[in-house]
């Protein structure tokens, strides 16, 4: 009996578990020891008011955290042309990156959303360091990054079927975005793209 996906989302939990070994290999961390990677499948910080939605996936080694958005080749932003980002997409990553600065400079959590004026997140204001919001904010960054040293690296994550072709990355943007890429295989007989997440061990 396997697990049976389709789409980025079902592929990004298929590159976090089953194909790990191969996006580490593309994230360059397959020498980091597996203790001291943290990885989180589709966190969400919230939507509405005071949210900005959710990544894909964020993985964190010892130096580095990765903010992923996953894509595939029957997403609406993946043209021929090359991939784009929307504007909630991008801004989703400019506003961790604020919040992660702050994160490495404050020392007071309750006073953390106290002062935000003359940052980029002033316009950018959530409800008060108790709600339910900071408190997911919070859990996060002391998950990935608890001694308030490491860097971020902006990750565009491509999973290509066999017939489908490589595009580059076509966005503008004033943050830095890399591109990596995943193949998979459909492999159930279901007609689509339809894929095995997982396949059962039981006989």
Sequence with gaps: MSVIGYGEDALTFWALSTEWDSLANELKINKVPDEEIVRLYRPSFGRGKYGFGEFDAIISTDKVIFLIESKWENSSEVTSKGIKLTLPQQNRHKVFH????????????????????????????VCDSKCDLAKNIKSILKLIDPQKKKNIKNIVLLFLHPDAEDVDLTLESDIEFEKITIGYKPNVNI?????????????
Excluded: C, M
């Excluded at 007609?191 to 396949?199: L, Y």
């Design 191 to 203: 007609d689509g793209k339809f894929f095995a997440i997982q396949n059962s061990t039981r006989p």
């Design 98 to 125: 604020e919040l992660h600065k702050k994160w490495k400079s404050v020392g007071d959590w309750d006073g953390y959303f106290q002062d935000l004026k003359g940052t980029k997140l002033e316009k950018w204001k």
